[in-house]
Each structure stands twice: as C-alpha cells, then as structure tokens.
C-alpha cells in the first residue's frame, strides 16, 4: 500500500483533502475472485459483440492499425495516433521480449516518451490486429505485455512508470481489451487474478495521490472516469466498490468545475478538451452497457462537450493547433458522439457514416449500428458564441470547401493555454490561411516551448513590439494582460466580434474588430489607445503551405484593388487569398508546429505603423478573385469622415455582390450625427452595406 496524502503532504492541506483523498477502508477487488472478473469480462464481450467485430473491420482499412501492431510486436515503439497527446513519429526499438522492458525508459530526451509508453495505448492495436487478422499471437503478445507491466510492478510507487495521469489512461487500456483477450481464448484465471490485484493495487494508489488541483485539471477527470470504467469490466453493475461510488463523486464535483456552460474545456486546448470528452463518453458509454442509468452531470457534460467540440471545427472537420493542440481531424470523435447521443446534427458535422476500428472495438456493435441508425442533419447554426471560454466561430456552410473564422479572446485556462488574446483564424475555400503555431513540445529546456505560448506565435497585435501576456518556462506565465468581455453579433452572412485587452507598461487598450462573411472573407480593424508615441504591431501567421508575393503598390484599377499593401497569397503556385493591409508589412520566416515534435516553416506578415496616443488600421484576408478598396463615411449627407473617426473598405465578390464595410473608432460626441455609407443612412461603430442583384440593406453590427 502507498503512503497515504497526510503523510507525504503539508499538515495545512489536509483540511483541503478532506473527501477528496480517498482512504481506503479495504483495497480495491478485495472481494472480487479471478472468476468473477472473468465473467463480468466475458459478459461485456458479448454485449460489446466482440464476435461479429472480425467481419466489420474486413470491411475498414485497418493497414495502419495491423502495421502499428506488427511494430510492436517486433519492440518498435512510436506514438502517433490522433490521441496521442504527446505524439512522436521517431521509431525507438524496445526488447521484443516484453518482461526485458525498461518500463522507465526515456527517448528522444523527452519524459514524455516515457510516459506514452507506460499509457500502453498500444495494447488496443494489438488487439485490433489479432480481430482483424485472426492471428492470436497479437492478443497473447498484448497480454504479455500487461503482465511484464504487473511484473515490473509489484508495489504501485512514485516513479516515470506510474504517474497518476498515466496510470488512469492505462487502466482504461487494459479494460478496453480484456473482452477480445476473452474471445480469442488468451485469458486464463492466473492472468485474470495478476490484472485484478495490479488494477486494484493502481485505483488505490490513485485514490491515495489525489490532489486538489485534479478537480479542475484533465488530470483528475481522466483518472476517475478510468476507475468507473475499470471496476464495470471487472467488478460489474451490482459492485460495492468504495472506489467506484468515490470515483463518481469526484466526477459530479469535476465535470461542472472543468466544463463551461458554452460546453468548452476550461484549460482552452482543443486537444485537451477531447481527451476529457472521450473519457466521459466512455464512461456513459461504460454505464448503459451495464444497465445503469447515466448521471445527469454525466450526460450534460457529455452533450456540452460534444458540441462545443463539433462548434470549433473548421471545415472538413479539422482543429486547429489552438492552444496545447495538433492540427488533427477529428471526423471519428465527433461520429462517436454523434452515435452515443443520436445526434444527427453530429453525424452531419463528423461527415462519415460509420464508427473507426479502433472505436468499434472499444465500444462495441451496438454503438456502431445506433451510428448507422441516426439520420444526418444538417445543422441550422453557423456560429457559434463561447462566451464563457472566448471561443467564437462562425463558417459559410457546414461543406468542406466552406470559409470559416475562429476568434479567440478570453480566459487564459490552464497551463495548457496560450497568449492568444484577439488571435484570428481563417479557412478560405475548405483550406487553412491564417493559422495558430501550434505548441511543438513540454520540455522545459526548449527555448521554442515558450515562444509558442507567447504572443509572437498567434495573429494579435502589440503595442512597441512587446506584450504583458509572458509565458515562463513550458507551464508558467510571469505576467498576463487583462482580457474584456468580448461583443458579437450575426446578420445573416455576417458575422462580428469585437475583443479588447488592458496591457501595462505601458498602460495600453488594444482592440480588434473582425468581421467575417460566409464567402471566406475575413475584414479587420485593428486599435491602439495609448498615450504618447508609439508603434502597432499585428501579426498574421500563415499556413505553412502557402507562400506571399507582394503585388504592385500602384494602381486603383487592378483586379486586387486599392487598399494598402497587397498580397497574393498562394499554394502550389496557385493563388488561394489575397492579403490586404494598412500600414507598413513585412513578410518574414517563421516557424510552427502543427504536430507534436515537429516543427514546419511558415510565412509572417509582420505590419506596423507608428501612432500618437490611438491608431486605428484597417486589414483584410478573402478569396481568390475579390477584390478590396477602399471607401468612405459620409457625414450630413456631403461632408468626408476623416479616417480618425471613421474607415471603410468595399469589397467586390466573385459573383458580384459588393460588401462595404465601416468601422467607428471612438464614440461620436460633437457635430452632426447624421452618418451615410454608398448612400444608405446609418448611426452605430460598425455597418455594413451589401449590395446584391442591385438591392442595398444596411447590416448594423455594432451600435
């Protein structure tokens, strides 16, 4: 038994643990035989179907699963599943023999490589290859595996092999592949009572190693949920387990704490977010195959989640590399939401119409059918106001070659997050432009671990090149600035977000405006209130396939426009956007990283302008073929607006429709008030006037 929290913590933190530290009053199984565990096993894989799975994944490309397999099974080891949370595609060879493995081993100078293979994610491949191939070696390599695991580990202590975090995603490991250990004849009643005592030996160490924080952290909702899961394959509905009842207490205190009510993970990491929703769906998942009725916290967090996943994607399914985050499609997570809460909305969103092998296998036929049963809808709402997280999105359609925006201003969440106060990006036509840099490792001695946190590696705007937001080291900020509440607000095709952050030294109030329109145009307006001299900086990262080629300065007449400095913003040769802006832009190299341990090189548009006491800067980013100039506020009917009050720019479509957009930069206190933009009268600090099949309509998106 480990030592228990009041003995390793402060006697000031014991009055905090109480109810949380779970004591054991007997060690977890104690009254649970071998034989038992093995039935409720078999049971769950013939509620699961385990026995049809063979047939439906011959008709499932599942090369790359049997490959993976294949690999370890040889002792190469290399993590780069979508789940994977710290994923590294460099193959490392282990000792094919599993009780020869160093289970504290660490490669590719990187604890978390260490802490990836004691997840034993793997084992799943295995068992995948064995229900695909029908080669029983797989599954009694799999369980070799675990027992080299049990072995290594005869006492659950502090060390690499056993973190909390680790421990929980392990024991969810093991039992989403003891039923197809069961069905392929491997699992004997020795195997069964060394898995029960080790799992038993690991839900009480981390009952004993809570912590406080875990009730907000992924950290703690991952391990609890895997216990539920973990004493339902083996112990059944009708357990008595203080464990289990412990484990849902500490989930009914964690899912309303880390879960906003916009349905967004509190820590702001896409990826994070869906390691948290996949545990509580496996947990529903877990209960109904039991029986049991789900909690309702359970199912609220389960639909919030689900959807305020499925509301962030941008077209074809794919996050972006917010935060701690990969770019990755997530297509597979979003259709198993869509089946285990028959939603057709969902199903839409996913895009596909059947459950990948490895979920199959892990949630069994039922759930692949229910999958096939719900009909697809389309979903009514294009955006989407996370008002709680600062996450707001909206697109042109739910198509994959749709436009699509994301706006980001809000808390900073955990150390997960990042400074990306007023960040943008921008799909246009299906296809990624202006992207987030992604996080490229957790190492504290990597100078680009903080960098990537850091204001320099998001689309915002600074004052004097330097921000209040400082990421310090791979978790820690020394500073941060202060984000206010952000407007929004939608008029059909239109779509508005206004954020503003405090900065100090010096003191400073940054604004930015954006405006999106369902074609795939991205309008900005981005403010500067300081006092004194200074200089505005914005930041424009591009998608690490897309090159810029400036265009001629010169020339009102040109297919491009008039406004600013120009851009042709292409891919293969073939140009997908231009960028247009205001102010003084350069374009300089940079670098990203879209997945874990890997960096790529992008284009930065760095623009600036020098300004006294405010500024205001206009910008744009739209498909091939629109065309951008700029355009005028009228006062009193015949009276030009000057561009300190006021900015416009008119943009042509590729179909003709002409969107003029205007933008107020302070509040309007003297003279007269009567404002006009291309003729139609409006009051308010942004407008637009569109102009299609040569009718005009004022559009008021902020009064």
């Known amino acids: 038994m480990v030592r228990s929290m009041e003995q390793t913590q402060h006697p000031a933190l014991r009055g905090a643990l109480t109810g949380l530290v779970r004591h054991a009053e007997r060690p977890a199984f104690a009254h649970v035989g071998a034989d ?36 370890v099974m040889r002792g190469v080891f290399y993590f780069t599943k979508p789940w ?25 100078d990187d604890e978390e490589w260490c802490f990836m293979l004691n997840r034993m994610d793997y084992l799943e491949d295995l068992a995948a290859a064995f229900l695909v191939t029908g080669n029983v070696e797989y599954a009694r390599h799999a369980l070799d595996l675990v027992l080299a695991w ?19 995603i392990r024991l969810r490991s093991w039992a989403r592949v003891l039923p197809v250990f069961e069905f392929a004849g491997v699992l004997g009643l020795d195997s069964m009572a060394r898995i029960l005592r080790s799992a038993g030996d690991q839900i009480d160490y981390l009952g004993e190693r809570y912590l406080p ?21 083996l112990a059944g509905a009708g357990n008595d387990e203080g464990c289990y009842a412990w484990a849902l207490e500490r989930l009914a205190s964690q899912l309303p704490a880390q879960v906003y009510p916009d349905g967004v993970d509190w820590e702001l990491s896409p990826m994070y977010h869906i390691e948290v929703m996949l545990y509580v769906l496996g947990t ?23 959807r305020g996943l499925a509301m962030q994607t941008m077209p074809g399914c794919v996050i972006d590399a917010v935060g701690d985050s990969d770019r990755l499609a997530v297509n597979g997570v979003v259709a198993l939401s869509a089946a285990l809460l028959r939603s057709g909305e969902l199903k839409y969103i996913s895009g596909v119409e059947t459950l990948d092998a490895l979920d199959l296998m892990a949630y069994g036929c039922g759930v692949a059918d229910a999958l096939c049963g719900v009909p697809a809808v389309v979903p009514q709402q294009r955006f989407f106001d996370g008002e709680d997280s600062g996450t707001y999105t909206a697109r042109g359609s739910w198509g994959q070659h749709a436009g699509a925006a994301l706006f980001l201003n809000g808390p900073l969440g955990s150390g997960h997050g990042h400074s990306d106060n007023l960040h943008v990006s921008l799909w246009v036509d299906g296809l990624p432009v202006l992207v987030d840099s992604g996080r490229y490792t957790y190492r504290e001695d990597v100078d680009m671990r903080p960098w990537l946190k850091g204001p320099f590696a998001h689309n915002g705007l600074m004052v004097d090149g330097s921000s209040s937001s400082a990421p310090k080291g791979s978790w820690g900020y020394s500073d941060f600035c202060q984000p206010l509440k952000t407007y929004a607000r939608h008029s059909g095709r239109f779509h508005y977000w206004e954020g503003a952050v405090v900065e100090h030294d010096p003191c400073a109030v940054l604004v930015r405006k954006a405006l999106f329109i369902d074609e795939g145009i ?48 292409r891919r293969a040769g073939e140009e997908v956007a231009v960028f247009c802006t205001e102010g003084d832009c350069t374009v300089e190299e940079g670098e ?103 009718k005009r309509a004022l559009h008021l998106m902020r009064a």
């Open 36 to 71: 038992v565990a093995l039935g409720h096993v078999r049971a769950a894989a013939a509620t699961l179907r385990v026995g049809e799975m063979p047939a439906r994944l011959a008709l499932m490309d599942t090369t790359s699963i049997v490959n993976r397999a294949g690999d």
């Open 84 to 108: 994977d949370m710290e994923r590294c595609a460099t193959p490392f060879e282990l000792p094919a023999n599993p009780y020869e493995i160093d289970w504290c081993v660490v490669n590719n």
């Open 150 to 168: 049990v072995a290594a580990h005869p006492a659950i202590e502090p060390r690499l092999s056993t973190r909390t975090l680790d421990t929980g």
């Open 213 to 233: 924080k875990y009730e907000t952290s992924n950290w703690g909702s991952i391990q609890t949920c895997a216990i539920v899961e973990t004493v339902l394959m």
């Open 284 to 306: 529903r998942a877990a209960l109904e195959r039991c029986g049991l009725e789900v909690p309702s916290l359970i199912d609220s967090a389960s639909r919030g989640l689900s």
């Open 522 to 569: 991205l309008v900005g307006c981005d403010e500067a209130h300081c006092t004194g001299d200074h200089q505005l900086t914005s930041l424009f990262h591009f998608d690490p396939q897309l090159e810029l080629e400036a265009l001629a300065e010169e020339g009102a007449d040109d297919a491009y426009g008039d406004l600013g400095v120009r851009y042709s913003v």
């Open 592 to 694: 990203c990283s879209l997945d874990y341990n890997q960096l790529s090189t992008q284009r930065v548009a760095k623009v600036t302008s020098g300004f006294t006491d405010s500024a205001a800067r206009l910008w744009c980013v739209a498909p091939a073929g629109v065309r951008v100039e700029d355009a005028q506020v009228w006062r009193n009917a015949d009276e030009a607006v000057g561009r300190d009050l006021a900015s416009a720019l008119r943009i042509t479509t590729r179909d003709g429709s002409v969107y003029t957009v205007a933008f107020f930069h302070r509040e309007v206190y003297s003279g007269v008030k009567a404002f006009a933009l291309e003729g139609v009268s409006f009051h308010g600090k942004a407008a637009v006037v569109s102009e299609r099949d040569g």
